[in-house]
């Protein structure tokens, strides 16, 4: 059965289908010694390269799905490589599967990151269409007024478009840092913390809580790890109509 190259390369968990897309546009993916071209299908058994390097479509194809959650840590990066040397979130994760990041946290905010071994999950839970919440424990240097809330949940047009929070709710504090939670259902860089300074508030603390109905487990320490039970496996398989 053929399928698409570029989802056949996320399933195998090489990268998400934007990425593979992107790829292919840049002539730097070869099926069966010729590059290929958007649109082009193929079979697992197929031979594709990346940049030159045979990569095995059959390697995820029968294995189960695995997502398991980390509590990153902030000044942890979350990518594979940085000149400066500093620790990346690949570097705490187990190495018996190539695991595939859904989001990402910046070098400040700490909190909830989930991997998967299946890259079509990860695109799909990635993917604004699938409308999937994301929420993060804020803490706010400022004095909120009633109307600044009413402005984040109706909306402010930011650099890159209008951005909002579905929910605001005060989560307690004292003195000049209040707390709060926030809920959006997109995942643009900064994209909380932009809201927020849009108003002339500054974030001193950023904790992602929750990703869909997956939360941070209050037991999971900094920089840990922890596979998802089956049943929260199927449950985000379900939200993006995967089987």
């Known amino acids: 059965m053929t399928e698409r190259l570029q989802k ?10 934007r990425w593979a897309e992107r790829l292919i546009e840049q002539g730097r993916i070869e099926v069966n010694n010729k590059t290929a071209n958007i649109g082009d ?10 940049d030159g390097r045979t ?13 398991l959650i980390l509590n990153k840590q902030a000044g942890v990066i979350c ?8 620790k990346s979130v690949y570097d705490l994760l ?17 909190g909830l990151l989930l991997f998967t071994n299946n890259g079509d999950l990860a695109n799909k839970l990635m993917h604004p269409s699938s409308q ?10 400022g ?11 109706e909306g402010i047009e930011l650099d890159d478009g209008f951005a909002k929070f579905n929910r605001v709710t005060a989560g307690g504090g004292e003195g000049a840092n209040r707390w709060y939670k926030v809920v959006l259902k997109e995942g643009r860089k900064r994209e909380v913390r932009r809201l927020w300074e849009a108003l002339g508030f500054k974030v001193s603390r950023l904790i992602r809580v929750r990703f869909g109905e997956i939360r941070l487990p209050e037991r999971l320490r ?21 089987k």
């Open 8 to 17: 056949l390369i996320a399933t195998a968990g090489y990268g998400s289908r």
């Open 41 to 50: 299908k193929c079979n697992i058994t197929d031979r594709v390269k990346i």
């Open 55 to 67: 990569i095995d479509l059959e390697r995820y194809s029968e294995e189960e799905t695995k997502v």
């Open 79 to 86: 990518s594979n490589k940085d000149e400066e040397g500093r």
């Open 94 to 110: 187990p190495k018996e599967s190539r695991w595939v990041m859904v989001g990402r946290l910046d070098l400040n905010t700490s």
């Open 132 to 141: 999937i919440d994301r929420e993060y424990a804020v803490r706010v240097l």
């Open 143 to 153: 004095q909120v007024e009633q109307e600044d809330l009413k402005k984040l949940t």
């Open 222 to 242: 900094a920089n840990q790890f922890d596979y998802l039970k089956p049943g929260q496996v199927n449950l985000l398989l379900r939200s993006v109509k995967l």
